[in-house]
C-alpha cells in the first residue's frame, strides 16, 4: 500500500493502525475552483493526489491512500496559513465558534498506470464518472468548538510555530487541543488528518490486519 501523503499524522496513524505503507506525497495544485463547495474541494483533492500518485508508481493491484483536509467556516475555506498574519486572521475567524473540519479520502490502485493517457495527465476526477483505477473516496465532518481567545492568547500560539503547516491555523493534537478547543463532534482522528476507523472500513476485507 503506498500513502500518497507528507503529514507525519497520516503517516503515524496508518503505522498504528497496522497498516504497512510506503510514503510517497503528491504534489498537486490546491488552488479551490471559484465557487467551490468546501466538502467537493477536499473529496477532489483527496482524488487527485490518489491519482497523481497511482498514475505515476504504484503497480496494479497496489492501493494509494490520499487525503486532504481543511477547516470550513461561514462558507470560507481555511487550508494552511500563508505567514503568520494569515494564522491570525484564521484564529480570530475561529474564536469564540463552532466550525467544520472536513477530510476527503481516496482509495486508489495502480491500475491507473496502466488506463490513464500519461500526456494529458490524470482526468479530473470531480466531474463525470471516475477513471478505472479509483475505487473509493468519501469525506469525514467534524464539528470543533473553540474557546473565545484573546488577542495575547492568538499571538502566543502563532509565535509557537504550530499553527504554520495545519489547515485552520491550529493543531487539536498539540496546544492548539489543550489550549483553544472548548469541544467537538464526530471523529477526533478526522481533525487531526484521516479518519482511521473509517477508512479502515472502506478498506475492509482487502487488507488483513495483524
Ligand atoms: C485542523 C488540523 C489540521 N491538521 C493538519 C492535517 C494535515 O496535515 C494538514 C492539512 O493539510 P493537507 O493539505 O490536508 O495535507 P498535507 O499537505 O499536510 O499533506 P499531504 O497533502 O501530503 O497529504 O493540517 C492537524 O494536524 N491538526 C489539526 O487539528
Same mark, same amino acid.
Given at each position: ?8 499524522? +497520516? ?70 496559513? +500563508? ?5 491570525? +486572521? ?110 479502515? +472500513? ?9
Amino acid at each position: 500500500m503506498i500513502l500518497a501523503s507528507q503529514s507525519p499524522r +497520516r503517516i503515524e496513524l496508518m503505522r498504528e493502525a497496522g497498516y504497512t505503507c510506503t510514503v510517497k506525497p503528491a504534489d498537486i495544485d490546491e488552488t479551490p475552483h471559484p465557487g467551490e463547495h468546501p466538502l467537493a474541494l477536499v473529496e477532489r483533492l483527496a482524488r487527485s493526489k490518489a491519482q497523481a500518485v497511482a498514475s505515476e508508481m504504484a503497480a496494479p493491484g497496489e492501493l494509494v491512500i490520499a487525503a486532504d483536509t481543511i477547516v470550513t467556516i461561514d462558507g470560507e475555506i481555511l487550508g494552511k496559513p +500563508r505567514d503568520t498574519e494569515d494564522a491570525k +486572521r484564521m484564529l480570530h475567524l475561529l474564536s469564540g465558534r463552532t466550525h467544520q473540519v472536513a477530510t476527503g479520502v481516496c482509495i486508489a490502485t495502480g491500475e491507473l498506470r496502466k488506463t490513464e493517457p500519461s500526456a494529458s495527465g490524470p482526468q479530473d476526477a470531480h466531474e463525470g464518472t471516475p477513471p478505472a483505477g479509483i475505487i473509493d473516496s468519501f469525506v469525514a465532518v467534524t464539528d470543533v468548538s473553540f474557546y473565545p481567545l484573546s488577542e495575547a492568547h492568538i499571538e502566543a500560539y502563532v509565535a509557537s510555530g504550530e499553527p504554520m503547516d495545519k489547515a485552520g491555523a491550529y493543531g487539536i493534537q498539540g496546544a492548539g487541543g489543550r489550549m483553544l478547543v472548548r469541544g467537538i463532534r464526530g471523529d477526533y482522528y478526522n481533525v487531526v488528518g484521516l479518519p482511521i476507523a473509517e477508512l479502515a +472500513r472502506h478498506l475492509g476485507p482487502r487488507i488483513t490486519l495483524p
